[in-house]
């Protein structure tokens, strides 16, 4: 079973950028799809990216396409998030999510970290 742990959450101004990242042990994480959702106080839990688990494929939600990339190393068990020209309202905890399927829903996902919390003030 593959654990997850996110960091690199903190108070960022706005117009800066931020890099998460999400270390996994457990021996299969190579075969997992990975994900990064975020959620905001009183929201929905929102996707922000997904990652193939063989393929350097990435599917990034359309709101965010061009401010957030994100990439896993295989080889060290982990996936990072990257933000550029962060706004108050990309404000969110933010989840990495390991599951067997190639997704932008929260239900395809099994594994959960527990998040990290990013603050942009204006």
């Known amino acids: 079973q593959v654990q997850l742990v996110e960091s690199g959450g903190g108070v960022v101004q706005a117009g800066g950028s931020l890099r998460l990242s999400c270390a996994a042990s457990?021996?299969?994480?190579?075969?997992?799809?990975l994900a990064w959702f975020r959620q905001a106080p009183g929201k929905e839990r929102e996707f922000v990216a997904a990652?193939?688990?063989?393929?350097?494929?990435?599917w990034y939600a359309d709101s965010l396409k061009g401010r957030f990339t994100s990439a896993r190393d295989n080889t060290k068990n982990a996936v990072y998030l990257q933000g550029v020209s962060l706004k108050p309202e990309d404000s969110a905890t933010y989840y990495c999510?390991?599951?067997?399927?190639?997704?932008?829903?929260?239900?395809?996902?099994?594994?959960w970290g527990q998040g990290t919390q990013v603050s942009v003030s204006s």
């Open positions: 457990g021996r299969a994480f190579s075969r997992y799809f």
């Open positions: 999510a390991a599951g067997d399927l190639f997704s932008n829903r929260t239900s395809d996902y099994s594994i």
């Open positions: 990652l193939d688990w063989s393929l350097p494929t990435v």
